[in-house]
C-alpha cells in the first residue's frame, strides 16, 4: 500500500489535544487487518517508524508522529455483530456511534471517556480510557473479551480472553499502585490483557470484542452545590462508601464528578443558574434501582447531613435534563479553552489519583497551588485534574515544576502518576519516578521482543534505546 505524501492532507494527522506537533513522510489509511498487516511488515523490514492515529483527542503526545509513517484507522470502523452479551467492531468506529447503536439494541457498553464522541474504540483500548463511569463500572479494561491484534512484525492474531501470553514474550512482572491507573505497561493476567492500555507501542488494534451489560432503565441526574471543598468531600465520603457497601442501593452513585469554585464561576458565567454562596459542585448519576422516591430521600439526608446547599439541588430524571447537566459540566472544559487561548500559552493539566485516605491531603497541595488553575474531575476514584492556566513563559515553567512536584507527592502516597489519560511521549519523566530502572527494563526487554526494529510507537513511554531524548 502506497503512502500518501500530499502535505496538506498529512498535515491533518501531526497533532493531538496535547498541541505538540509532529512530522511524518507518508500516511496510510487500511481498510482491513490485511492491509494493516502488509502496511506494518513493510515497515519491520524497512525499519520505518510507524504511528498509530485514531481521533487525536489525546493529551499525550502519543499518536504524534516524529518521522516515518502515520497509520489511520479511521476505515477500520464496521460493527460486524451485537448481540445480547457481546459485540464486535472494528478499532475505528467512534466510540460514542458504536454505544448509541448498543444501546438501540438494549444493552449497554459502560466505559465513557469525555471524548467518547471523537475518540475510537480501539484507541480507547490502547490507553485503557475510562471516565465518569468509572466509578461503577470501571475503566475499558473489564469490558474487553477479545482483540485482533497485528503485531510489529506484521502478524495476524486473535486473542481471547483465558489465552496465556506466549512463552517466548517477557510478561511484565511488577505492582501496580492500589488506585485507577494507565502508566506502563499493566500486568497481564492473560493475552488480552497484554494489548490494552500499551498506547500503541506493541501491537496495532484492528478489531475489538466487548462485553455487554444490561441497559438501566432510568438514570437520575443530580447537580449539588456546595458551600466549600470540605463539605463536598463529606458527601463524596458517605455516597462514596454507600455505592461500594451496596452498588444498587438507594444511594449508589455511578459518577461522582468533582467542580471547585473556580469551575463554579466558569460555569456561572457560561450557562447560569449558579447559587449565591456555592463553592463547589458536584455532579453526580444515580441508575434508579429501587423505588425512584427511596433514592431520592437518601440523597436528600446525605446532601443535608453533609452541608450542602441542598434547596438548590438540581435533580433531573429526563434524558432531556440529563443533557442541561452535561451542559453545565462541558462549560467547565469550554471555558478553560477560551482561557487558554486567551492567555496564549498552552495549559499544564495532571491527572493524578491517589488513595481513598490520602484524598484530602492532595487536595490540600491542589489548593496550595498560586498560579492561575481550576480543579475538577473524577472524585470518586480519588482522581482529579488541576489545570494550571499560565499567561507567560516564567508562568509555564512553574507549572511543569509544580506538576513535577504534585506528582511525586502522588507517588509516595502510593499514587498514580497517569489515572486515565496515559504516557505517551510528554510523560515519559513521570513515569520513570512511577517506576523503577528494573521494571522500564522489563518495558523494554518486551517491546523489543514484540518489535525488533522499534518501529511502533516510536517515543511512547519511554526513550527508545540509543535515541537521544528530544
Not at 515497515?43 to 489511520?72: D, K
Not at 443533557?323 to 459540566?329: D, V
Not at 513521570?430 to 516510536?458: H, N, S
Request: with cysteine; proline share 7%.
Amino acid at each position: 500500500m502506497q503512502p500518501i505524501t500530499d502535505p496538506s492532507i498529512v498535515e491533518g494527522y501531526l497533532t493531538d489535544a496535547s498541541n505538540i506537533h509532529g512530522h511524518a513522510e507518508g500516511l496510510v489509511r487500511p481498510r482491513n487487518a490485511a492491509e494493516v498487516a502488509e502496511i506494518v511488515a513493510h515497515c519491520q523490514a524497512h525499519g520505518i517508524p510507524l504511528t498509530v492515529t485514531a481521533g487525536r483527542t489525546s493529551t499525550t503526545g502519543a499518536p504524534v508522529p516524529f518521522g516515518g509513517w502515520v497509520l489511520s484507522t479511521e476505515h477500520l470502523d464496521r460493527i460486524v455483530s451485537i448481540d445480547q452479551d457481546t459485540a464486535v467492531a472494528g478499532a475505528g468506529i467512534y466510540l460514542g456511534a458504536f454505544q448509541d447503536e448498543v444501546e438501540r439494541a438494549g444493552r449497554f457498553f459502560p466505559p465513557d471517556p469525555t471524548s467518547r464522541h471523537e475518540c475510537t474504540l480501539g484507541a480507547a483500548v490502547a490507553c485503557n480510557a475510562s471516565g465518569a463511569r468509572s466509578f461503577r463500572y470501571g475503566p475499558t479494561r473489564p469490558w474487553v473479551l477479545g482483540l485482533e491484534v497485528v503485531l510489529p512484525t506484521g502478524e495476524i492474531r486473535r486473542f481471547h480472553r483465558g489465552d496465556p501470553v506466549p512463552a517466548e514474550w517477557p510478561v511484565p512482572a511488577w505492582t501496580e499502585p492500589a488506585v485507577k491507573t494507565a502508566a506502563g505497561y499493566a500486568p497481564p493476567v492473560d493475552a488480552v490483557d497484554l494489548f490494552i492500555g500499551q498506547e500503541g507501542t506493541l501491537g496495532v488494534i484492528t478489531e475489538v470484542t466487548v462485553k455487554l451489560t444490561e441497559l438501566p432503565e432510568q438514570v437520575l441526574g443530580v447537580l449539588a452545590f456546595f458551600p466549600d471543598r470540605q463539605s463536598a468531600v463529606a458527601f463524596v465520603e458517605v455516597a462514596r462508601d454507600a455505592a461500594r457497601r451496596d452498588p444498587k442501593g438507594a444511594l449508589s452513585p455511578r459518577c461522582l464528578e468533582y467542580l471547585d469554585a473556580a469551575c463554579v464561576e466558569l460555569a456561572r458565567e457560561r450557562v447560569g443558574d449558579v447559587p449565591e454562596g456555592a463553592g463547589a459542585a458536584l455532579f453526580c448519576e444515580q441508575e434508579v434501582s429501587v423505588d425512584e422516591e427511596d433514592h431520592l430521600e437518601a440523597w436528600w439526608e446525605a446532601l443535608l447531613d453533609a452541608g450542602a446547599l441542598a434547596d438548590d439541588t438540581v435533580v433531573t430524571t429526563t434524558d432531556e435534563g440529563r443533557e442541561k447537566l452535561h451542559a453545565f459540566r462541558h462549560a467547565v472544559p469550554a471555558g478553560i479553552n477560551e482561557r487558554v487561548v486567551a492567555n496564549g500559552m498552552p495549559k499544564v493539566g495532571t491527572d493524578l489519583a491517589v488513595p481513598d485516605a490520602c484524598l484530602s491531603e492532595i487536595m490540600d497541595l491542589y489548593e496550595a497551588v498560586t498560579l492561575d488553575n481550576v480543579l475538577f474531575g473524577h472524585i470518586g476514584d480519588n482522581h482529579l485534574h488541576l489545570n494550571f492556566l499560565p499567561k507567560n513563559d516564567e508562568e509555564l515553567a512553574r507549572a511543569k515544576a509544580e506538576y513535577a512536584a504534585l506528582a511525586r507527592k502522588a507517588v509516595a502516597m502510593g499514587g498514580t502518576v497517569s489515572a486515565e489519560h496515559g504516557i505517551g511521549k510528554i510523560k515519559r519523566e513521570y513515569l520513570a519516578m512511577m517506576v523503577d530502572e528494573p521494571v522500564l527494563a522489563q518495558f523494554r526487554a518486551l517491546k523489543r521482543t514484540l518489535d525488533p526494529a522499534c518501529i511502533l510507537g516510536r517515543g511512547t513511554l519511554f526513550q527508545p534505546e540509543g535515541e537521544q531524548a528530544r
